[in-house]
């Protein structure tokens, strides 16, 4: 927090800015999880580290602050995500968002908020107090018809996103093509509370394609199975191609 609301930012070879708070996060996460747990794998976004297991399958993930944009202009939504994936599926998740002392994660199967236990909006169709969550630029991939009844936000966070999902303080979320860092501790969450992930094309988010850094293939939703299925009807993604073609 020493950092928010101070400093500057450089801008990457991909466009995305990054800032000292950024490097001091991730520089403090990879010592933490080395020293605690010196046999597994580590792929963090800030010069896109990935170091392989010593032994076993369980890699760490980390976004040291995933909404950097957010950061830089004092915004709140802004998060520190960590993720473990073993065998190439997401299988616990960690994120902390600073500003207002939420701290989501997994632990004994269930998903929590806090010291509360949550699980997914019990809604089973959409209406017009659904909350479609969205990334930053969604009118460059997306046709939103004007037959869906709810309501479209957007915190600039995937991983925030992600976890008010897993939760039920929403109950969608639209990704667009990002990385392993940004899914993998939302994405635990979702699976535990019995959600889903999902390209754009119906096929299941897969992340043991993406432990090289590469960005996802193609654009998600993710919340209960049974409204992410009605949503695509509302939804018209310009490059859509079949699962099998992934």
């Known amino acids: 927090m020493r950092y928010f609301l101070q400093g500057s930012y450089e801008i990457k070879r991909d466009g995305s800015p990054v800032t ?127 037959s869906y009844p709810g309501r479209v936000l957007g915190l600039g966070t995937a991983s925030s996103h992600l976890s008010l999902v897993a939760t039920g303080s929403a109950q969608l979320v639209l990704i667009g093509h990002d990385k392993i860092w940004d899914l993998a501790p939302g994405y635990a969450m979702l699976l535990a509370n019995g959600g889903v992930l999902r390209y754009l094309n119906g096929a299941d988010c897969d992340l043991s394609i993406l432990k090289d850094g590469s960005p996802a293939p193609y ?10 299925e009605e949503m695509l009807s509302h939804l018209d993604y310009w490059a859509i191609k079949k699962p099998n073609s992934i």
């Open 219 to 228: 654009p998600m939703i993710g919340g209960r199975a049974c409204l992410v």
């Open 20 to 146: 000292d708070a950024d490097r001091a996060v991730q520089q403090f996460l990879i010592s933490m999880i080395s020293r605690e747990f010196p046999d597994d794998g580590i792929i963090a976004e800030e010069n896109e580290i990935l170091r392989l297991p010593q032994s076993g399958s369980r890699y760490w993930t980390i976004d040291p602050i995933d909404g950097t944009a957010p950061f830089m202009v004092g915004m709140s939504s802004w998060a520190i995500a960590i993720g473990l994936m073993d065998h190439g599926v997401p299988v616990e998740g960690y994120i902390h968002i600073p500003t207002t002392g939420d701290l989501f994660y997994t632990k004994e199967g269930k998903v929590w908020r806090n010291s509360q236990p949550m699980e997914l909006s019990p809604d089973q169709s959409l209406h017009q107090n659904t909350i479609l969550l969205t990334h930053a630029r969604p009118h460059q991939r997306y046709t939103l018809h004007p």
